[in-house]
Each structure stands twice: as C-alpha cells, then as structure tokens.
C-alpha cells in the first residue's frame, strides 16, 4: 500500500480555486511534518508550503497570500488549498511527509506519486 495518498489536482482557469489533499495511510502511530513541493518539466522541484506536527505553517514567496495548509492531525491528512490560482502555478505537485522519530515510530520520509495541477489563462 502506498504511504501516501495525494488527489484533488485538476484544470481550472487562472483566478481559480483547488484544494489538494495528502493523506498519510497505515501509519496511525507515527506523527509528520507535511511539505508541498511542486515541479514543472526541465525544472527542479521547488518547495511551496509546509506544516508541522504542532501547526506551524510556512510558505514560499510566490503563493503567500493565495495558498494556506492546514492538517486533520487525526487523519494523518494534509490540505493546501489554493486560491487566485495563476498560469505559472502549473507543476505536478507532491507531498512529502517525515515521521517525527519517537518510541513508536522509526524514522520514516514518504513521497507522494504527484497530483497535476494545470492552470490556464
């Protein structure tokens, strides 16, 4: 079973909204730290947003403002939500998750298989 589950990529018109979803499945004694990360083709994988196990959110200086994360901590599942979205917010978009190492939990660090966002103009 993959680790993670990614979904909620799609086609919308710039000035849009999505909302991307990560969930971290089979891994109910483990807490994470979730990170978006997005890539476009010839291009290297760039960070966008990222949220700790206590809440704590950051985020690149290109979707501050439009994007926000948020968790359901008892789902292990991660949200972006995208608004105002814009042509060059096109890139596959990926979830990465590391494991906070504690007596029940060894280290771990999953990615996600990507979820394509595409926004035209």
């Known amino acids: 079973q993959v680790p993670l589950v990614e979904s909620g990529g799609d086609s919308v018109q710039a000035g849009g909204s999505l909302r991307l979803s990560c969930a971290v499945v089979?891994?109910?004694?483990?807490?994470?730290?979730m990170t978006w990360y997005r890539q476009t083709p010839g291009k290297e994988r760039e960070f966008v947003s990222r949220?700790?196990?206590?809440?704590?959110?950051r985020y690149a200086e290109s979707v501050k403002g439009r994007f926000t994360v948020s968790q359901d901590t008892a789902k292990n599942t991660v949200y972006l939500q995208m608004n105002n979205l814009k042509p060059e917010d096109t890139a596959m978009y990926y979830c990465?998750?590391?494991?906070?190492?504690?007596?029940?939990?060894?280290?771990?660090?999953?990615w996600g298989r990507g979820t394509q966002v595409t926004v035209s103009s």
């Open positions: 990465n998750a590391v494991g906070l190492v504690t007596l029940f939990c060894s280290p771990r660090n999953y």
């Open positions: 089979g891994q109910d004694k483990c807490t994470f730290d």
């Open positions: 949220i700790d196990s206590d809440g704590n959110t």
